[in-house]
T-cell receptor, first 111, second 113 residues
Framework: DAKTTQPPSMDCAEGRAANLPCNHSTISGNEYVYWYRQIHSQGPQYIIHGLKNNETNEMASLIITEDRKSSTLILPHATLRDTAVYYC????????????FGAGTRLFVKA | NAGVTQTPKFQVLKTGQSMTLQCAQDMNHNSMYWYRQDPGMGLRLIYY???????DKGEVPNGYNVSRLNKREFSLRLESAAPSQTSVYFC????????????FGPGTRLTVT
């Protein structure tokens, strides 16, 4: 599974869009990009995933570059409750059982 | 739907004691996982089970054993606890859709003295 690189921390003002980057320059053609978040000490929560097209759901949008070497998770209107550690993961979609979590990005949403 | 449940929520053990962490899911998922998370660190995969009757090692399996009791339940056993196993343990189950997203339990906070 490809390795990912994320900034250790980011700040965002409440109500503004939070844009969290992730580099995955060694991603393979059959690997998906997943995003999870972990609020305080809770179990991680799945947010969104994609292969090569941009994706949007009720929580966030995922923008994947055309060469698939990087992606950005967008929280359109960040709230204080979005303060969390965000993990970017790449792995194969089929039989991708060995999900490896890195250190993630700690997002601080400030009032 | 309760999702993924874990017991106990907290546990304190003395070095050398044994215990089993229990995990159950009601989403009819085939795959289940055990992770540990040390303070300020990301999650590390201990063991996983791709389907009932199968288990495989993850990144940090030493000192642990697992049992996939049935499709719903996946337990993690510490035979002889060590202080280095002080951690938060998360169980997860994996969607059977192509996306394979995982759903996590609330965690078990284990302290070994």
């Amino acid at each position: 599974d490809a390795k990912t690189t994320q900034p250790p921390s980011m700040d965002c003002a409440e109500g503004r869009a939070a844009n969290l980057p992730c580099n995955h320059s060694t991603i393979s053609g059959n690997e998906y990009v997943y995003w999870y978040r972990q609020i305080h000490s809770q179990g991680p929560q799945y947010i969104i995933h994609g292969l090569k097209n941009n994706e949007t759901n009720e929580m966030a949008s995922l923008i994947i570059t055309e060469d698939r070497k990087s992606s950005t998770l967008i929280l359109p209107h960040a709230t204080l409750r979005d303060t969390a550690v965000y993990y970017c993961i790449v792995r194969v979609g089929t039989g991708g059982f060995k999900t490896i979590f890195g250190a993630g990005t700690r997002l601080f949403v400030k009032a | 739907n309760a999702g993924v449940t874990q017991t106990p929520k907290f546990q304190v053990l003395k070095t050398g004691q044994s215990m089993t962490l229990q995990c159950a899911q009601d989403m009819n998922h085939n795959s289940m996982y055990w992770y540990r998370q040390d303070p300020g660190m990301g999650l590390r995969l201990i063991y996983y089970s791709a389907s009932e009757g199968t288990t495989d090692k993850g990144e940090v399996p030493n000192g642990y054993n697992v049992s996939r009791l049935n499709k719903r339940e996946f337990s993690l056993r510490l035979e002889s606890a060590a202080p280095s196993q002080t951690s938060v343990y998360f169980c997860a189950s994996g969607s059977d859709r192509v996306s394979y997203e995982q759903y996590f339990g609330p965690g078990t906070r284990l302290t070994v003295t």
